[in-house]
């Protein structure tokens, strides 16, 4: 299985704008974003990239489930940063992904660090090398947000056409 981590910085009129425009960098914005716990299963693949490959097949609307860190602000001169961290088990590759957010880079890079260290040890796993992804930017005017977004995958909703079917197969029984 691969996870592909991107990172994007939007602008927008809005806050909600910005992250809408922040997922469009990353590659995400026409799905149902479905937000995951954090656990990276066995045999995995973290893969960075500048833009999420898991549109080939998609449509509009389709479900993409991901573990992503973002922070917004409107406040001019006011900064935004966010990151997602990983260490997996040099045996299985499992593993664990954590988020963070704040306004100073420094800040969340430690935060991921600690928070790896703990759940790892709280897990009595072998943490490998930490790797991370961390993006930020200023906001000079326009809202901003920071994005860091990790997508396992996506999956099609059940067609109307599908379920009507399955209900009168149900009806009929």
Known sequence: MNVFVAKAIGRGSTELAAFDAALIRAGVANFNVIRLSSVIPPNTQVLEVESCPLTDGCRWGDRLYAV?????????????????????????????????EGVREQDVRSQIAASLR????????????????????????????????????????????????????????
């Open 118 to 173: 703990d759940l790892h040890e709280i897990r009595g796993l072998d943490l490998t090398e930490i790797r991370c992804c961390v993006t930020g930017a200023m906001c000079t005017g326009a809202p901003t947000c920071a994005l860091v977004i990790c997508g396992y995958g996506t999956e099609r909703w059940t067609s109307v056409e599908s379920l009507d079917r399955d209900v009168r197969a149900l009806a009929c029984r």
């Open 68 to 100: 992503y860190a973002e922070q917004r602000t409107s406040v001019p001169g006011q900064q935004v940063w966010a990151g997602v961290g990983w260490a997996q088990d040099r045996v299985t590759g499992r593993g664990l992904f954590v988020e963070h």
